[in-house]
Nanobody, 128 residues
Framework: QVQLVESGGGSVQAGGSLRLSCAAS????????MGWFRQAPGKEREGVAA???????GVADSVQARFTISKDHAKNTLYLQVNTLKPEDTATYYC??????????????????????WGQGTQVTVDS
C-alpha cells in the first residue's frame, strides 16, 4: 500500500513559479515509477512528467521547456518545478506512482493506466 500526499500548489500570476512536492509512504517497491498528471475543469486528465528510479524521465511536449521533474530517493519525495506559468496551466495536479515504468523511444510513458496509486491533488491557479 502506498500513500501519496501532494503540496505546494497555490495561486500565482502568469510568469510565476511553483514547486510541487509529493511525499510517498508505504511500500517503496510500488513507487519505482512516479509522475505528475493534471486535470483542468471540463478536460481529461493529462500526463505532465514522470521519472523512474534511474532518473530517466518523460515530459509532455507542452511543458518540457518550463517544467522539471525530480525525485529525492532518500526522502521518497517527488518534485515538479513549474516555471513561467501560463493561465492554461491552471489545473489540479496529481501525483501518481506505479511498480514499473513503461517507455517509448527511451522516454517514460505518461499514460495514467500505468500508475496504480494516486494522491488527492493540489490546485494550481494561474492568473493572467
Amino acid at each position: 500500500q502506498v500513500q501519496l500526499v501532494e503540496s505546494g500548489g497555490g495561486s500565482v500570476q502568469a510568469g510565476g513559479s511553483l514547486r510541487l512536492s509529493c511525499a510517498a509512504s508505504g511500500d517503496s517497491s510500488s513507487t519505482v515509477c512516479m509522475g505528475w498528471f493534471r486535470q483542468a475543469p471540463g478536460k481529461e486528465r493529462e500526463g505532465v512528467a514522470a521519472v523512474d528510479n534511474n532518473g530517466r524521465t518523460g515530459v509532455a511536449d507542452s511543458v518540457q521547456a518550463r517544467f522539471t521533474i525530480s525525485k529525492d530517493h532518500a526522502k521518497n519525495t517527488l518534485y515538479l518545478q513549474v516555471n513561467t506559468l501560463k493561465p492554461e496551466d491552471t489545473a489540479t495536479y496529481y501525483c501518481a506512482a506505479g511498480t514499473v515504468c513503461y517507455y517509448r523511444e527511451n522516454r517514460v510513458r505518461l499514460e495514467s493506466r500505468f500508475f496504480g496509486y494516486w494522491g488527492q491533488g493540489t490546485q494550481v491557479t494561474v492568473d493572467s
